[in-house]
């Protein structure tokens, strides 16, 4: 079982939608928990990190995290052609800078 | 603002060539990281290190090898490269207590 999974798409909206990205990881230990943004060709880019369980909003973007089933997700609103993109899902226990992460989705918005 | 600094951006090699990919930081971070990012394999950890003098293996280390140089810089080598390691090379660094990496604008290494 890998230690962080994601779907690998495509998962394909169209512009205006709500694209809804998930994840699922193995260790009960781990404590922070990232969204990264890929263009192709491009370098990840961080856009979101969550601690606690709950929501946390930040512009369109929302994750969400529930420790307790292991799940963390992405909501994008109004999603926007220039949201297309692979998005990593990445974990980091607790006591280490060291971060997993997962294979990515690959999102597409579509006019 | 650099950030992160790697070189070359892309490089093709004969099987059994070596070469240092090199990475430079300039955010005063402690901790830096090797990741190999493959199709369908999402980002694998090579070699990271956590301070100035120590480096540790990640997930995938056989066949590179590393050095911190100083708090600035950590260099990739591959000493005897095979076609299995053509990949897109990225370096990253962070700061403990801060969130989440910086990553450099890749290496694209194809091994012939």
């Known amino acids: 079982q890998k230690e962080v999974e994601q779907n690998s798409g495509p998962l394909s909206v169209p512009e205006g939608a709500i694209a809804s990205l998930n994840c699922t990881y193995s260790?009960?230990?781990?404590?922070?928990f990232f969204w990264y943004r890929q263009y192709s060709g491009k370098s990840p880019e961080l856009i979101m990190f969550i601690y606690s369980n709950g929501d946390k909003e930040d512009g369109r973007f929302t994750a969400q995290l529930n420790k307790a089933s292991q799940y963390v997700s992405l909501l994008i609103r109004d999603s926007q052609p220039s949201d297309s993109a692979t998005y990593l899902c990445?974990?980091?226990?607790?006591?280490?800078?060291?971060?997993?992460f997962g294979t990515g989705t690959r999102l597409q918005v579509f006019p | 603002n650099a950030g992160v600094t790697q070189t070359p951006k892309f490089q093709v090699l004969k099987t059994g060539q070596s070469m240092t990919l090199q990475c430079a930081q300039d955010m005063n971070h402690n901790s830096m990281y090797w990741y190999r990012q493959d199709p369908g394999m999402g980002l694998r950890l090579i070699y990271y290190?956590?301070?100035?003098?120590?480096?540790d293996k990640g997930e995938v280390p056989n066949g590179y090898n590393v050095s911190r140089l100083n708090k600035r810089e950590f260099s990739l080598r591959l000493e005897s490269a095979a076609p299995s390691q053509t990949s897109v090379y990225f370096c990253a660094s962070s700061e403990q207590g801060e969130n989440g990496y910086t990553f450099g604008s890749g290496t694209r290494l194809t091994v012939v």
């Open positions: 990445a974990v980091q226990s607790y006591n280490t800078d060291k971060l997993i």
């Open positions: 290190s956590a301070s100035e003098g120590t480096t």
């Open positions: 260790d009960r230990g781990s404590q922070s």
